[in-house]
């Protein structure tokens, strides 16, 4: 029978080259030299900028201890290919987000890859804190509904791996927001992971046959607790919503403290 | 760690995404002409490791912020065909990282 034979991709000899610059030779020890070869290729092809682009913006094709000396060579290439590097920022962001949108287990390698990355590119200070902040709440709001019979299609009960990308992303730089309004902006957030979380946990679906995984209650117990020794965690959604509930209250009256507004009836949110 | 006072400017960034894979940059400034006045404009072709998920997106840095609401009012949800007549219905946001690069001639790497 005349079985379609297997196709292997054939590139052109310049591709394979950028692929093993990124994928074999790129090591913490290597860095500053696949740094130097890399401003050798001939930037001004749009299709050897582009391939490049695209080819580090595919960072899962790197062994995921190296992801950090992607960072740092878009960092030392950004001065002389400030396009690329802003398209690539951008093509990790996008990859964040169609991985929530196609939801398909097969590329959850990729997605913790993807989360890791946007997390050293921040630690080489391609990305500003902005742009981690709403990638955090991205996690744990996009098409979440906190009600326990409103359909979650893209998040459903049983999905715990938005906790695992906010951990894995909280891992790799939440230590460095530990001072001024960063680290206000990080302890609100935690507020808000904190009740994602338990609402999370306390779906029925977990029951004493089933119980809620205990890979992924302690990782989110490491992580929470490596980045804030001291914080009391919350025990039950009731508390962690209480928390939220405060911390809404506090900035209304902080807002209106500052805010020239009139008594109205709509709450602001 | 040090960081630079971060810029809350308006955002001007916004994307069109879950463009037809098929879909080149000429057609799609045909289909949204007249283009309103921007900055920047940049078109990146589907992923084709995303398989049958592979999309397009453009990148439109608006030089109004006036012509955003009426850009978002006009494209959000639009559907875009492809060459068999598949339907994309669109999104536009803003981006998530605003930047946009300098239009400066840059410096050139000296290697």
Known sequence: ?269 | RREKREKENAPTKVVVRRLPPSLSPEEFLEQIAPVPEHTDFYFCRPDMSLGSNAVSRAYINFAKFEDICLFREKFDGYVFLDSKGNEYPVVVEFAPYQKCAKKKAKKPDPK
């Not at chain 1, 992607?70 to 996008?94: C, K, S």
């Open chain 1, 1 to 269: 029978p005349d079985l379609p034979q297997m196709v292997r991709a054939e590139r052109p000899a310049w591709q394979e080259y950028i692929r093993k610059l990124l994928y074999k030779d790129l090591s913490k020890t290597t860095t500053e030299k696949v740094l130097r070869q890399a401003r050798k290729l001939n930037w001004d092809d749009p299709e050897v900028s582009s391939y490049m682009t695209k080819c580090i913006i595919h960072v899962w094709n790197m062994r995921y201890n190296n992801i950090h000396c992607a960072a740092n060579l878009l960092a030392g290439l950004a001065p002389y290919h400030e396009e690329v590097a802003i398209h690539v920022v951008d093509g990790v962001l996008e990859d964040i987000r169609i991985g929530m949108e196609i939801n398909h287990p097969k590329f959850n390698q990729r997605r913790v890859s993807m989360v890791k990355f946007l997390g050293e590119l921040y630690n080489y200070r391609m990305v500003e804190s902005a742009v981690i902040f709403k990638t955090l709440y991205t996690f744990i709001t996009f098409a979440v509904f906190l009600e326990a019979n409103a359909p979650n299609i893209l998040d459903q009960p049983e999905h715990l791996f938005r906790v695992r990308l906010v951990c894995v992303l909280l891992d790799v730089c939440g230590q460095y927001f530990d001072r001024g309004s960063s680290k206000k902006k990080m302890d609100c957030f935690l507020v808000y992971f904190q009740r994602y979380y338990w609402f999370k946990r306390q779906a029925s679906i977990w029951t004493e046959e089933r119980p809620f995984p205990m890979d992924i209650e302690y990782l989110y117990r490491d992580t929470l607790e490596s980045l804030r020794p001291k914080l009391q965690l919350c025990t039950s959604f009731e508390e962690a919503q209480k928390a939220v509930d405060e911390l809404e209250k506090e900035i209304r009256e902080k807002l209106a403290s500052i805010l020239p507004i009139q008594d109205t009836d709509e709450q602001t949110e």
